[in-house]
T-cell receptor
Framework: GAGVSQSPSNKVTEKGKDVELRCDPISGHTALYWYRQSLGQGLEFLIY????????KSGLPSDRFSAERTGGSVSTLTIQRTQQEDSAVYLC?????????????FGDGTRLSIL | SQQGEEDPQALSIQEGENATMNCSYKTSINNLQWYRQNSGRGLVHLIL????EREKHSGRLRVTLDTSKKSSSLLITASRADTASYFCATGLSGNTPLVFGKGTRLSVIA
């Protein structure tokens, strides 16, 4: 596709369940990022993939959060044993490498609600 | 604390007026970027200014960068359908991702 695609657009689940969020980056973009945005707030960095390098996981808030990027393309963010404080919009972005400081292209996010 | 902080947090102007938002940061940067976010959507990249540049234009947007004061401003002239949140993001050296501020919420009143 022409842009970054995220699915699902909305997810409602019960506390304690696991969720998987998917991101399809722009073809050819070697860098992929996950962010979390709470209502009316800025972006909280979660994780950054750059090519075949080990991902920068420094922003993951707990060991319940993990992410994979298969084949250098699609990425999934998994949250295990969800808690109510996990409710937020999860945004994915991709860019043409350049050490993480290039212009990023965002998807429209997954709005996650934990009941 | 945040690397980039926007000021003001919220701004309301009349259609046709200019809007100015500011961003301050703390450490040396490689570049500074501005993004726009419409309600319920992802961020859209507006403009990138490198640390050795002082001013940059794109359509109705004008960005300035003062590295001695560690600050940047975004000017939107003749505002119209510009209601959105605007974020600055700093690009650092090395293999580190952008650091985003908390944003300025701009409301343009018709």
């Amino acid at each position: 596709g022409a842009g970054v695609s995220q699915s699902p657009s909305n997810k409602v689940t019960e506390k304690g369940k696991d969720v998987e969020l998917r991101c399809d980056p722009i073809s050819g973009h070697t860098a992929l990022y996950w962010y979390r945005q709470s209502l009316g707030q800025g972006l909280e960095f979660l994780i950054y993939f750059q090519g075949n390098s080990a991902p920068d996981k420094s922003g993951l808030p707990s060991d319940r959060f993990s992410a994979e990027r298969t084949g250098g393309s699609v990425s999934t963010l998994t949250i295990q044993r969800t808690q109510q404080e996990d409710s937020a919009v999860y945004l994915c972005a991709s860019s043409l490498g350049t050490g993480g400081r290039g212009a990023q292209h965002f998807g429209d996010g997954t709005r996650l609600s934990i009941l | 604390s945040q690397q980039g902080e926007e000021d003001p947090q919220a701004l309301s102007i009349q259609e046709g007026e200019n809007a100015t938002m500011n961003c301050s940061y703390k450490t040396s940067i490689n570049n500074l970027q501005w993004y726009r976010q419409n309600s319920g959507r992802g961020l859209v990249h507006l403009i990138l200014i490198r640390s050795n540049e002082r001013e940059k234009h794109s359509g109705r947007l004008r960005v300035t960068l003062d590295t001695s004061k560690k600050s940047s401003s975004l000017l939107i002239t003749a505002s119209r359908a510009d209601t959105a949140s605007y974020f600055c993001a700093t690009g650092l050296s090395g293999n580190t991702p952008l650091v985003f501020g908390k944003g300025t919420r701009l409301s343009v009143i018709a």
